[in-house]
C-alpha cells in the first residue's frame, strides 16, 4: 500500500481513448481524472463493502474561473513505458503507444500565472506559478460540490462517494537557493467559490501557490 502510495500520477495526452473535452486523463485505483484547459474533473468510485450494492461515483469539478480556455497542456517528465487502447474489433479505433508524463503543465491559465498538475496515487497537487508582477488575486476556483472550511483551513467536500479534502496551500518563494514560507490560506468567495488570501511576499519573484487534493483514504476499486 505504501509504495503503490508513492507511485507518480501518469498523465496521457487523449489521443482519441476519451471524450475528446479531455487535454489528458489519468487513471487510477477508485479514480479517474481528466483535465480539461481551464477545468479539471475528478471522477471518485467507492468501493462498497458488499459485492451486491453498486459502487457510488461522484465527481469534483474545479473550473478556472476568468481562465484562458484556449491553452492546450504540455507534458512533462515522460514516464517509461506506453498505453495501448485496443478496444472492439474495429482496429482503426485502436490508439496505441500513448506516451505518460508525471506532469502537465498549462502556461498563461491567468495573466503571468502558469499552472503545473502532479501527484501520486493517493493526491493531485497543482502549482500556481506566480511570474513577478502578475497577481495572484486573479485565480478564483469554482467547484461543482459546496466546500466549507475546516478548523485547520483545509477545503472539504462532502460527496456522494465520501469526503475530499484540499488541503491548505503551501505558499514559497525560493530565494538565493532556499524556500521561503509565505502565510497563506482559502478565501470563500461564494457558495462555490474560492481564492486564495497571500500575506506580502517580494514581487519581484516567482510565488509558488501549492494546493493538495487528498482522495485516495476514502475511495478505492479493482
Same mark, same amino acid.
Given at each position: 500500500v505504501e509504495s503503490f502510495g508513492?507511485?507518480?500520477?501518469?498523465?496521457?495526452?487523449?489521443?482519441?481513448?476519451?471524450?475528446?473535452?479531455?487535454d489528458f486523463i489519468a487513471r487510477g485505483s477508485g479514480y479517474s481524472l481528466y483535465l480539461i484547459p481551464d477545468e479539471t474533473a475528478l471522477s471518485m468510485f467507492s468501493k462498497s463493502k458488499d459485492s451486491t450494492t453498486p459502487s457510488v461515483t461522484a465527481t469534483l469539478r474545479t473550473r478556472l474561473a476568468g481562465a484562458r480556455h484556449s491553452r492546450?497542456?504540455?507534458?512533462?517528465?515522460?514516464?517509461?513505458g506506453k498505453a495501448n487502447y485496443y478496444i472492439g474489433n474495429d482496429s482503426s479505433r485502436w490508439r496505441t503507444g500513448i506516451p505518460m508524463f /508525471? +506532469?502537465?503543465k498549462y502556461e498563461s491559465v491567468y495573466p503571468g500565472v502558469d499552472l503545473v498538475y502532479y501527484g501520486n496515487q493517493?493526491?493531485?497537487?497543482?502549482?500556481?506559478v506566480v511570474a513577478p508582477g502578475a497577481s495572484p488575486s486573479a485565480i478564483r476556483m469554482e467547484f461543482n460540490q459546496r466546500a466549507r472550511l475546516d478548523a485547520d483551513g483545509d477545503?472539504?467536500?462532502?460527496?456522494?462517494?465520501?469526503?475530499v479534502r484540499q488541503h491548505r496551500p503551501t505558499v514559497y518563494q525560493e530565494v538565493d537557493g532556499q524556500r521561503r514560507m509565505v502565510a497563506a490560506s482559502y478565501r470563500i468567495l461564494g457558495k462555490n467559490r474560492?481564492?486564495?488570501q497571500? /500575506? +506580502?511576499?517580494?514581487?519581484?519573484?516567482?510565488?509558488v501557490i501549492d494546493?493538495?487534493?487528498?482522495?485516495?483514504?476514502?475511495?478505492g476499486g479493482t
Open positions: 508513492k507511485l507518480p500520477i501518469s498523465f496521457e495526452p487523449n489521443q482519441g481513448q476519451v471524450d475528446p473535452r479531455a492546450h497542456g504540455t507534458g512533462l517528465d515522460q514516464l517509461p /508525471a +506532469k502537465v493517493r493526491r493531485l497537487e497543482y502549482d500556481f477545503l472539504v467536500f462532502d460527496t456522494a462517494a465520501g469526503s474560492v481564492g486564495f497571500i /500575506a +506580502k511576499y517580494d514581487r519581484t519573484k516567482p510565488l494546493p493538495i487534493i487528498i482522495w485516495a483514504r476514502y475511495v
